[in-house]
């Protein structure tokens, strides 16, 4: 069984900055989406097992950087510039088999940025 922990998240003014970590028991294929209430899950930004790949959402390009650190099994969604419309319930996903599907989740953490 895949376990994936969020933490990182919390309350933010607009233009602030927030790093969320998503600590995994293993190394995989990782992504970050979002789901603002209302809404459905969003994609928000994925990395390679490896981490030289990484791909976003044209939303967040050039404000969020997605990252890991394959030595603690952990992934990271740097967060700048933050808006209101980035506010939601952000989860990381794993795909544990490598074959391009999400079939694990983390809990969420919530991002409430203020205008």
């Known amino acids: 069984q895949v376990q994936l922990v969020e933490s990182g998240g919390g309350l933010v003014r607009a233009g602030g900055s927030l790093r969320l970590s998503c600590a995994a028991s293993?190394?995989?294929?990782m992504g970050w989406f979002r789901q603002a209430p209302g809404r459905e899950r969003d994609f928000v930004a994925r990395?390679?097992?490896?981490?030289?790949?990484?791909n976003y959402a044209d939303s967040v390009k050039g404000r969020f950087a997605i990252s890991r650190d394959n030595a603690k099994n952990t992934v990271y969604l740097k967060m700048d510039s933050l808006k209101p419309e980035d506010t939601a319930v952000y989860y990381c996903?794993?795909?544990?088999?490598?074959?391009?599907?999400?079939?694990?989740w983390g809990q969420g953490t919530q991002v409430t940025v203020s205008s």
């Open positions: 990395i390679s097992r490896g981490g030289s790949i990484t």
């Open positions: 996903a794993a795909d544990s088999t490598a074959v391009g599907t999400w079939d694990y």
């Open positions: 293993g190394r995989y294929r």
